[in-house]
């Protein structure tokens, strides 16, 4: 036999793929200009991009970050002979104001720790890998988020937190006795705790042993911050009572589902500036003669029944969402209707409802530029007083952009978590 | 706790009504309804008591009586001369006037959004997603400023069109003018025979209906499909153009004018209605888009690839095959934008829009007082709107679901 | 549960907040600090400087009245509040004293049951045009388009002047004054109604202020002066007789800088009165003796307060014109303290 192959044996050295399949080249045709439709379109694209981006970028390239007023501003621009340019000297000279309002500045890192600590409080919600400990220090959070924001006495809402402790020991000494009295006083005690009790014990002991910082009042908190106050705690405290009205909304209870559903749909069909409204000019008519509340208490409890409806139907979807099994299995294991919400269903509920409740708090938190219509100055509120000043007449894009960052920073980073969060959740599915 | 098994005695004790789980939800909803009359008495009775002590009464008497300011935008006749219940009328076709323009234009806008930012055009797609993130995550108020700022300031003003060196000129053969204060178009003058052409321009849609049915039931029955769309435009159109030159042009157009201080005469389309109506539909068709692009992706890709095998091509395979599915998965959450969308409404007042909330919630509430039967009607109105939405949209929802087995 | 707990946690706090009583001194002074509702923002009468501090002439009357009750021009806190929401954030006790460009009318008087304590500015409402539109008086703006605030009287004067008139306008309504230049100045509308004095603080704010003229015509009367609640005759005395003080200082030749050694004494049996050297005028008031020595010493005198924030030397550049004092041709006339 001759050595006589007629295949070859040797492997051919590999080569470039030809020009136009590989790289920018390919990635071009793939993407850009597949077909005439295609190229067309990239390029009035790409046109019309550049009109306007020549535009705007100059603008924001040539912005002006020296000067006191826009009067300088201009005669800046024109002295470097610019045709346009941003006057950013105003976001220099009055970010903080922005941002924290008319909150003392030397307290500002107080506001910088809670929201810090906030970080923290929800980070055991938020991501699995958290120890569950955390959640301890999530319960004491709202206190401490009065303390740290509001200031004054530290008595204040300790007494608050301990209206829970004498819930809690009314419930486990009485319930010994009679289960049913047990609850009751559960549910009675801690509100005579704290309407007439908490104050003025905490106004003795603080008598006492004064401990404390300055204090702050509402009408000083203002800026983004009220942005962020309001946002996280009309989720916070609509949470318990969306939960609520979502199961009341589900009841058997004839009664119980009609209240829930009047609710819900009263709440969903008005807009949030009604509302805030209501808060504002008719609060002191329902409430009785001489009640005076704090205008941000009024916003907050208004933005929470308004958010606790969108909570309701949100944790509704949840419910729906779980197999009708888990709702037997529940059953067969024995357990009441509430074990079995509390143990079985809430807790499954909940989690598939996180990423639709990140999405009400992003609405939510947008909603609350709205309370600026009533005279409450927050960020939006804030460009206007600041032009008002002689200095800063008549400047917007600067004061327009800066706002729209903060709330697309803030915003876009909660709607990326709640995608993680959804394909995380996904994953059992496929 | 409590015990599953219902004791089984004919004695009736007091403890009962908690623990036996016949009686039990009985009790709970008494004790429900008790709380809640208890809580709307306590609160009627606070108010009687603050109105009076105010000296105020609670009537919506000022309802008739002259409101004394202008409102520039009316559908119905209306002047300073007339009463605060006309004022909150014209207010209240104004919401629904940018309301229904908000909710089509939003629906496009949307949709277009939705399937470009899936479309293989790299830019066109990455431009789409922009478009969604950068409106879905800033707040609604700041856009309406903002588009209002951009139409205020990057349009000219009537002035510009004045003189013999004028810096701005009208469109289209001098009928349409763009300006900062609105657009000015020609307005449709109605002269003696218009009512025939009108007939027959109702007459025709009768028939683009008529023929919709004739050409569904024939691809039924055949598996022909029509040129429906041109043949639906040709219905639609020819009839009312024969009509209008065979009576001699009985609809002639008032173009506007540069008279006096600006535009005088022809179609007014103010700025706060298309400020408004822009930044409302940009900012819902954002959340649309990211709907319809869910709906979409939802249909498994067997779906239209089960299309292509059939020989469907591309574009029926999208209007016959996906969407119809697709829109079962988008039309529940399209009804509570366009509900967003009317309640969004109500920031009109940014911009100077006489909606109802800056009319009835606004002056009327400012130069009256009234501020607890203004809000209290104000609330009554938008509640209304929201349910006759929810309800219609909720009635075509139930109308595609039935494609559902 | 829940909801127990909620409404728990929000009346301990509603209650904390404390309620309005009928004796507005007692509850400032409990307080320790004045609560002073401002507009949301116009030069030269309230705005915030970097700061926070607020500077402006309705700012100056707040400071004043702080500065009578506490002697400190600092125990004050500023709530902005827009034209819609300032009647009520008075009425509901929010603030103690509402100092807000407002007109002094018969239906906010009696109707909204407040009391103005008397007038700080007499303005009345003007109209700004460019001077291109070659308009020369009101009379010629048939047709034209108007920006105006809404939500205050100028709206319904706006609408009654036109009328009478027999002419047609074309309302742009607007939220803030400074939306309102930024429409006028983009040629949006043809005109700008308002307050001639925010007239005048707007123009000065333009690049070229030469280019536009605010018209001769004045269509209407708009005092404007501070206004607290009805029904509480001690506190409203006090913001009155501090701005007479303020306005009589100024008619005596007491100034800030002149003021220490005035209090010393003087041959004016009228200035000794009102610097508390002579008499109990602060006591009757339930004030110190030295209240008005304070409030001079510390904001000045009216003519000093107008100067710094409103007048000829200062870019919004109003002249005194009406605000005079009535010994020179103005109508700032104060009741004698005696």
């Not at chain 1, 002006?64 to 941003?86: K, N």
């Not at chain 3, 913001?239 to 008619?251: P, S």
Request: aromatic share 12%; net charge neutral; glycine share 8%.
């Amino acid at each position: 036999m001759s050595n006589l192959s007629y295949v070859r044996t040797d492997m051919l050295p590999e080569q470039a793929p030809p020009a136009g399949q590989s790289g920018i080249a390919l990635w071009l045709r793939t993407n850009l200009f597949s077909g005439w439709v295609n190229s067309v379109v990239t390029v009035v694209v790409l046109v019309l991009l550049y009109k306007v981006l020549a535009d705007i970028l100059p603008w924001f390239w040539n912005g002006i970050w020296v000067g006191d007023s826009l009067t300088e501003c201009r005669a800046i621009r024109d002295e470097r002979g610019l045709e346009s340019a941003a006057c950013f000297s105003v976001i220099r000279e009055r970010w903080s104001q922005l941002l924290f309002g008319f909150y003392p500045k030397h307290l500002y890192w107080r506001a910088i720790l809670a929201l810090v600590l906030l970080f923290v409080a929800i980070s055991p919600i938020l991501f699995d890998r958290v120890p569950r400990k955390l959640f301890m220090f999530t319960a004491v959070y709202p206190f401490l988020l009065v303390f740290l924001i509001w200031g004054g006495s530290i008595w204040g809402p300790l007494m608050a937190m301990a209206g829970f402790g004498v819930g809690y020991l009314a419930y486990k000494v009485i319930a010994t006795q009679n289960a049913l009295l047990g609850l009751i006083a559960a549910f009675i005690l801690p509100v005579i705790w704290w309407i007439f009790i908490a104050g003025p014990l905490a106004g003795a002991i603080h008598s006492v042993v004064p401990i404390g910082w300055e204090a702050v009042e509402s009408k000083f908190i203002s800026g983004f911050m009220i942005s962020v106050i309001i946002g996280v705690s009309g989720i916070a405290l609509s949470l318990p009572l969306g939960i609520v009205l979502a199961l009341g909304r589900q009841s058997d209870m004839f009664i119980v589902r009609v209240m829930c559903i009047g609710f819900i749909e009263f709440v969903r069909g008005v807009p949030l500036i009604t509302l805030l409204f209501v808060a504002q000019l008719l609060l002191n008519y329902f409430l009785p003669k001489g009640t005076n509340f704090d205008i941000i208490v009024r916003v907050m409890i208004m933005v929470t029944l308004f958010s606790a409806a969108y909570m309701a139907e949100t944790i509704r979807g949840g419910l729906a969402a779980l197999p009708r099994g888990q709702y037997e299995a529940g059953d067969s294991l024995g357990l009441n209707y509430w074990q079995a919400q509390q143990l079985i269903i809430m807790p499954q509920a909940l989690k598939i409802s996180i990423p639709s409740i990140v999405g009400i708090f992003i609405g939510l938190f947008k909603d609350t530029t709205l309370v600026a219509f009533i005279s409450i100055s927050d960020i939006l509120a804030f460009t206007n007083l600041i032009r008002a000043n002689t200095a800063w007449n008549g400047i917007y894009w600067e004061l327009f952009i800066f706002v729209a960052f903060v709330f697309w920073i803030c915003c876009f980073s909660m709607s990326r978590y709640s995608m993680y969060l959804e394909r995380k959740l996904q994953t059992d599915h496929h | 706790m409590t015990t599953t098994t219902d004791p089984q005695t004919d004695s009736f004790h007091l403890s009962q009504l908690l623990y036996d789980s016949r009686y039990r939800s009985m009790t709970i909803q008494v004790v429900a309804l008790i709380g809640f009359v208890s809580l709307v008495a306590w609160l009627v009775s606070n108010t009687i008591v603050n109105l009076e002590a105010l000296g105020k009464n609670f009537s919506f008497g000022f309802l008739g009586q002259r409101s004394g300011y202008d409102i520039n935008q009316r559908l119905i006749s209306y002047s300073s001369d007339s009463n605060h219940f006309t004022a909150a009328a014209v207010g209240l076709l104004n919401t629904l006037l940018v309301a229904f323009l908000g909710c089509i234009l939003a629906t496009v806008i949307g949709v277009t959004a939705g399937v470009l930012r899936l479309s293989r055009n790299w830019i066109t797609a990455k431009i789409m997603t922009v478009y969604i993130e950068s409106f879905r995550n800033i707040p609604v108020l700041l856009w309406i400023l903002a588009f209002n700022a951009v139409m205020t300031e990057g349009f000219p003003s009537p002035r510009d069109f004045k003189g013999d060196n004028a810096t701005a000129s009208m469109l289209f053969n001098d009928s349409v003018a763009v300006t900062n204060r609105g657009i000015f178009a020609p307005l449709p003058i109605w002269e003696n025979g218009y009512q025939i052409v009108v007939i027959v321009f109702l007459l025709s849609i009768a028939a683009i209906w008529a023929f919709g049915r004739y050409a569904k039931k024939r691809q039924e029955l055949t598996g022909d499909i029509l040129p429906v769309f041109w043949i639906k435009l040709a219905i639609l159109v020819l009839p009312v153009l024969i009509a209008y030159f065979v009576l001699g042009r009985p609809i002639g157009l008032e173009y506007p004018e540069l008279k006096g201080f600006g535009f005088k005469g022809g179609l007014n389309i103010r700025r706060s209605l298309i400020v408004l109506w822009l930044a409302l539909s940009f900012y819902t068709g954002a959340f649309i888009a990211e709907n319809v692009r869910a709906g979409i992706l939802a249909i498994s890709k067997g779906q239209s690839e089960a299309a292509h095998a059939l020989g469907i091509n591309p574009k029926n395979t999208m209007s016959l095959v996906v969407l119809p599915q697709a829109l079962r998965v988008i039309i529940p959450p399209l009804i509570s934008q366009y509900l967003n969308l009317t309640k969004n409404s109500s920031l009109a007042i940014a911009v100077g829009y006489m909606d109802v909330r800056s009319t009835l919630g606004g002056i009327t509430l400012n130069q009256t007082g009234r501020e607890l039967e203004c809000m209290l009607l104000l609330m009554g109105i938008y509640l209304l709107i929201s349910l006759a939405i929810s309800g219609a949209m909720n009635v075509y929802n139930k109308s595609t679901q039935l494609a559902e087995r | 549960m829940n909801k127990s707990v909620i409404f728990g946690v929000l009346t301990v706090a509603g209650l904390a907040a404390g309620t309005a009583s009928a004796a507005t001194l007692d509850d400032v002074k409990a307080r320790g600090k004045l609560n002073c509702g401002v507009t949301t923002g116009l030069a030269g009468f309230a705005s915030p400087d970097a700061n926070g501090n607020w500077e402006g002439f309705d700012v100056d009357v707040c400071r004043a009245v702080a500065t009578a009750v506490f002697g400190d021009p600092n125990a004050v806190d500023f709530t902005p509040l827009t034209s819609a929401t300032r009647f009520s954030a008075l009425a509901s006790g929010e603030v103690d004293l509402l100092s807000r460009i407002t007109t002094w009318t018969f239906s906010r008087d009696v109707d909204l049951k407040f009391e103005f304590a008397g007038i700080a500015f007499y303005d009345g409402q003007g109209f700004l045009v460019p001077k291109e539109l070659g308009v020369s008086s009101a009379k010629d703006l048939d047709g034209a388009t108007v920006c105006i605030q809404t939500g205050t009287t100028t709206e319904l004067n706006l609408a009654d002047y036109f009328r009478t008139n027999k002419m047609e306008y074309e309302p742009v309504p607007i939220e803030t004054n400074a939306e309102g230049q930024q429409q006028y100045l983009a040629g949006a509308c043809d005109v700008y109604t308002t307050d001639s004095s925010a007239l005048a603080a707007t123009r000065a704010t333009f690049e070229n202020p030469d280019e536009h003229v605010v018209l001769p015509e004045i269509i209407s009367k708009e005092p404007l002066g501070p206004l607290v609640r009805h029904g509480d005759n001690q506190w409203g005395d006090i913001v009155r007789w501090t701005l007479n003080a303020m306005i009589t200082a100024e008619e005596l030749g007491v100034t800030s800088a002149n003021v220490g050694e005035l209090a010393g004494g003087t041959d004016n049996p009228e200035i000794n009165r009102l610097l508390g050297t002579d008499g109990n005028l602060g006591e009757q008031l339930g004030l110190s003796a030295d209240w008005a020595k304070n409030i001079i010493s510390s904001v000045g005198n009216y003519g000093e307060s107008f100067a710094r924030n409103v007048g000829s030397e200062t870019p919004i550049g109003i002249a005194r014109g009406l605000n005079g004092l009535w010994t020179e041709g103005g109508l700032q006339y104060s009741p004698p303290f005696r």
